[in-house]
């Protein structure tokens, strides 16, 4: 990240701007950094004007204790008036969610879109598990156990025990472990880990929601109930793709979105 900004609270935030165009921020989702972010912005800069950050407690961003989702919601605010006052908002998993909160809190962009926000009405299950989640989450985080966090959000995903297993002996773990305590974070940004139905509803811009064909049923159907919840909600899924959606695919539909 080669620039800075300050949020409301002090906290310094690292940003990065690539391309000409209609401007887009980019929010990334859990155990991310504005980084994986990065191979879409360049994607996305043969039409648009896209800013990559890393959220609080990431990369090179600050963190100024104590946490609310206000203050993710207020970084947001310092970096559109950063980038001039005139951009959309995309956000990916989590990130999507946090998009979701700052549009319906009012702040003033364009239009908004996001991919796979993993609400969890149509899981079976997906409240009791993200209750214990939480819990156990917290305990972790509380107790220093950072590993454990790890290993309790990529279980939460659906990766296997072998898989974890192998990701603890890979050398991308330490950076997985230097991010964990921004879990903590992310699970804020989900409240109950259902659809937030009467805030979507005052949303007053227009949202794309996506979602990827190969993903499971139960995310598709969440990424329709968003597109549902807000007066100018659209749908669309993207053959084929996952929840780690390919810049390729993804940004031709981003841009023709931001630039609309």
Avoid at 38 to 59: K, M, N
Avoid at 111 to 134: F, I, M, N, S, T
Avoid at 197 to 205: C, F, I, M, T
Avoid at 247 to 252: A, C
């Amino acid at each position: 990240m080669d620039k800075k900004t300050t949020s409301r609270d002090g906290t310094s935030l690292a940003y990065h701007v690539t391309g000409q165009g209609p401007t887009v921020i980019l929010v990334s989702g859990a155990m991310s950094t504005g980084g994986t972010l990065l191979p879409l912005a360049e994607r996305l800069a043969e039409r648009c004007t896209a800013v990559v950050y890393d959220r609080r407690g990431r990369g090179e961003s600050g963190d100024t204790p104590p946490y609310a989702v206000d203050r993710e919601v207020e970084d947001l605010a310092a970096l559109l008036e950063a980038v001039g006052g005139d951009a959309a908002l995309f956000g990916v998993s989590s990130g999507g969610a946090l998009v979701l909160r700052a549009v319906a809190d009012g702040l003033p962009v364009r239009r908004a879109a996001v991919y796979e926000v993993p609400y969890a009405d149509h899981l079976a299950g997906g409240a009791e598990q993200e209750a214990v989640y939480k819990e156990q989450l917290n305990t972790a985080l509380a107790e220093g156990r950072r590993g454990d966090a790890v290993e309790l959000f990529l279980r939460l995903t659906g990766l296997g025990e072998e898989m974890i297993q192998r990701a603890r002996q890979s050398p991308m773990w330490a950076g997985m472990e230097a991010v964990a305590p921004s879990l903590a974070h992310d699970d804020a940004v989900m409240g109950d880990g259902l659809l937030p139905r009467e805030r979507l509803a005052a949303v007053r811009v227009p949202v794309l929601a996506v979602a990827g064909g190969a993903s499971p049923e139960w995310m598709h159907r969440a990424s329709q109930a968003v597109a549902e919840a807000v007066p100018q909600g659209r749908y669309r899924l993207l053959p084929g793709q996952t929840h780690m959606v390919e810049p390729e695919v993804l940004g031709p539909v981003l841009a023709e979105y931001v630039a609309g």
